[in-house]
């Protein structure tokens, strides 16, 4: 028991320490705030009432004239003077007895300010320990647990918990003692589940995905073992199937392998400084060239816009919004690809189309790996495309904004920082 006093007595006197220095920190940046506010206040009084008897003696302030002060042996016999052009004084004026006001006023100020630090000072040392209480607290706790002696008998009930822990249950000790431990070991718990549960899900969901195409190349090479070498239709049928499915197969294991080599850490961005305008005006041409059955726009502000950014990766994300809405827009109809600054101050990609839109129950998980909304469905697609975009922009510190309706289309924006001048 003693020693436990005697720690808190230490604890104790260690804290009023940090709070006298805190203290003595702010008396003095209060002070220095003071002194140079004093400072100023004066050198805008002396010329305020320089110029005023300058206007009153000689009835207008003039810039082109000639201003200086000047002493004559001591302090009594500083004076300000002004001249015109011609070397004309036209002006006169003793300083001392003004000075000397200026100096009891400001002395009077100083006193008055002195008063209020010292005054305040305990008030200071409150709202400092009021601040440190929090810290204090956990700086006890943290000693506390520090010295707690744990007993072979309390690592026997924790080894005891752990070998009995079932798959989904939460451990429980029992003992005050170690519920921080409890508590950090089953919010690790929590965590390794809840990865678990994420790759199962996506080891399911690619072998789902990678069934169906395996199951049409089986198909059609047992139909062409069968009767291709026989039947040139048959042949033709079989040979246009496996180049569509291995083309498939071929674009979702990139796509698997891109995610994977993300999640590793072993996808590096190599961001320079780019031309937002030029990086659609790009994407733009190509879609002009490669996709003749719908009408593009492009829009863009005439100043440029610059960001820091992998130009590559970028145009990537970009072409997986404008694959989308040409998959989901009906032929002829319009897909818009413009460039802007946000409100925000941030810059933007936008993809808009008049496609089939998304319902709002949908918009919560259409980042989500495989995720198919039922209107999607019906057309040809792997569900990664707008995981790997999410995981571009992530990495160039941004953000998507989006603006959907079922059977009305919808607005992407890439939000990324815009480059500073």
């Known amino acids: 028991m003693g020693k ?24 003095r940046k209060k002070l220095m705030y003071y002194i140079s506010a004093d400072f100023l206040i004066s050198c805008l009084l002396a010329v305020g009432w320089l110029l005023e008897w300058e206007f009153v003696q000689i009835g207008t302030i003039s810039v082109s004239n000639h201003r200086k002060v000047i002493h004559l042996n001591n302090i009594q016999k500083w004076c300000y003077i002004v001249e015109n052009k011609q070397g004309e004084r036209l002006l006169e004026l003793p300083l001392y007895y003004f000075l000397c006001v200026l100096g009891i006023c400001i002395g009077i100020i100083l006193l008055l300010q002195f ?3 010292f005054t305040s000072f305990g008030q200071e040392g409150k709202k400092i320990r009021t601040i440190l209480h929090p810290i204090n607290d956990i700086a006890l706790k943290a000693d506390e647990l520090s010295r707690k002696e744990f007993t072979g008998e309390k690592y026997h009930l924790i080894e005891d918990a752990i070998s009995k822990l079932q798959p989904e249950e939460e451990i429980s000790f029992g003992d005050k003692d170690l519920q921080g431990i409890e508590a950090a070991m089953n919010n690790l718990l ?14 399911n969901d690619a072998s789902h995905e990678l069934r169906t195409p395996i199951a049409v190349i089986e198909g059609y090479v047992n139909m062409l073992a069968r009767w291709g070498t026989e039947d040139e239709k048959v042949l033709e049928e079989s040979i246009a199937a496996l180049q569509r499915e291995s083309g498939h197969m071929k674009h979702l294991v990139e796509q698997l392998l891109f995610l994977a080599r993300g999640d590793s850490g072993k996808t590096q961005l190599e961001l320079k400084k780019i031309s937002l305008k030029e990086c659609m005006q790009e994407i733009y ?14 829009r863009s502000e005439e100043s440029p816009i610059m960001v820091m ?19 989901y827009t009906k032929e002829q109809e319009e897909i818009i690809l ?55 922009v992530e990495r160039h510190g941004g953000h998507f904004e989006i603006l959907s309706r079922s059977e009305i289309g919808s607005r992407i924006r890439i939000c990324v920082p815009l480059q500073k001048e």
Do not use: P
């Open 190 to 203: 929590y965590r390794m589940r809840e990865v678990n549960r994420q790759q199962a899900r996506f080891v």
């Open 4 to 27: 436990e006093k005697k720690r808190g007595n230490t604890q104790t006197k260690k804290m009023t320490s940090i709070v006298r220095k805190l203290q003595w920190y702010m008396v």
């Open 285 to 298: 041409e190509e879609s002009l060239l490669i996709d003749e059955k719908h009408v593009y726009r492009f």
């Open 115 to 117: 008063i209020s630090l």
């Open 338 to 392: 413009s460039v802007g600054r946000t409100e925000q101050g941030e810059a933007y990609l936008q993809v808009q189309d008049s496609g089939i839109g998304m319902k709002t129950e949908d918009l919560k998980h259409m980042f989500e790996r495989f995720y198919r909304a039922d209107d999607a469905r019906k057309y040809k697609g792997t569900g990664l495309g707008l995981s790997i975009a999410k995981w571009i």
């Open 309 to 327: 950014a992998d130009s590559g990766m970028l145009k990537q994300a970009v072409r997986i919004l404008v694959d989308n809405a040409a998959k």
